[in-house]
């Protein structure tokens, strides 16, 4: 009987360990998408169209494994290049805000704005005076 408990087990573990890893796979290859697309407009059905899986399915897995939704995740990932952009070089906001992936540079500014607490171009000359 405990040899057939054993296998039971071991069997469940792999299940489980399987499962795990293709999750966490899956988790990547959207985090690796949203990177290598961050200055596109991309959104949630692009992403899961190449992925071959539902929105819901892959907001779920990006929610358990990074505590972000698609969006969330996206937005996240755009502020934090924005600033980068704004901080190194002398690229406008407008051709910043294209850079991230943004097609309204107004609809940028309001999430820069939301996420950050001040405007891009604020943000920018605080970096410079912070430089001086």
Same mark, same amino acid.
């Given at each position: 009987?405990?040899?057939?408990?054993?296998?039971?087990? $071991?069997?469940?573990? %792999? @299940?489980?360990?399987?499962?795990?890893?293709?999750?966490? /796979? =899956?988790?990547? +290859?959207?985090?690796?998408?949203?990177?290598?697309?961050?200055?596109?407009?991309?959104?949630?059905?692009?992403?899961?169209?190449?992925?071959?899986?539902?929105?819901?399915?892959?907001?779920? $897995?990006?929610?358990? %494994? @990074?505590?972000?939704?698609?969006?969330?995740?996206l937005? /996240? =990932?755009?502020? +934090?290049?924005?600033?980068?952009?704004l901080?190194?070089?002398?690229?406008?906001?407008?051709?910043?805000?294209?850079?991230?992936?943004?097609?309204?540079?107004h609809?940028?500014?309001?999430?820069?704005?939301?996420?950050?607490?001040?405007?891009?171009?604020?943000?920018?000359?605080? /970096?410079?005076?912070?430089?001086?």
């Amino acid at each position: 009987m405990s040899n057939h408990n054993d296998h039971a087990s $071991l069997e469940a573990f %792999y @299940t489980s360990f399987i499962y795990e890893y293709r999750n966490q /796979r =899956k988790v990547e +290859e959207a985090l690796a998408y949203i990177d290598s697309n961050l200055g596109r407009d991309v959104g949630l059905t692009q992403v899961t169209d190449v992925m071959k899986c539902s929105s819901t399915y892959l907001n779920r $897995l990006l929610k358990q %494994y @990074t505590g972000y939704t698609f969006y969330s995740l996206l937005t /996240r =990932k755009r502020m +934090e290049r924005s600033k980068l952009l704004l901080a190194a070089d002398g690229q406008t906001v407008h051709a910043i805000s294209g850079a991230v992936g943004y097609t309204n540079v107004h609809s940028f500014i309001r999430a820069f704005k939301r996420s950050v607490g001040v405007t891009p171009g604020r943000y920018r000359e605080d /970096r410079i005076s912070a430089c001086r």
